[in-house]
Nanobody, 126 residues
């Protein structure tokens, strides 16, 4: 069983930045996709960024495009989410997930991923 551990969450003011990390216990980069999701209280998890680690192709939801960047470090079995210009509406629990690469149309659907981390809280104050 693959374990994912997120870190890097915290509290920042509007306009601030954070970098989230997702470290995997093991990784087959040639056949893996890693996604970042967030969940607002009482809402379903929504996909915001994902990367096909075998080819390095990254995709973003409209809500974060231009502000967030997903990247990978194969040697560290890590996928990062650099978050800039954070806004109060970005306040949520953030999760990373991984699994066999889904079709592009299913990239931001939680059911497309097999493994999940425990989540890290991001709070943005105005």
């Amino acid at each position: 069983r693959i374990e994912l551990v997120e870190s890097g969450g915290g509290s920042v003011q509007t306009g601030g930045s954070l970098r989230l990390s997702c470290i995997a216990s093991e990784f087959d980069y040639a056949s893996t996709c890693t996604g970042w999701f967030r969940q607002f209280p009482g809402k379903e998890r929504e996909g915001i960024a994902a990367i096909y680690t075998g080819i390095g192709s990254a995709y973003y939801a409209d809500s974060v495009a231009g502000r967030f960047t997903i990247s990978q470090d194969d040697a560290k079995r890590a996928v990062y989410l650099e978050m800039n210009n954070l806004q109060p509406e970005d306040t949520a629990m953030y999760y990373c997930a991984s699994g066999p690469p889904p079709y592009r149309s299913a990239l931001f659907k939680p059911q497309s991923y097999q493994y999940w981390g425990q989540g890290t809280q991001v709070t943005v104050s105005s």
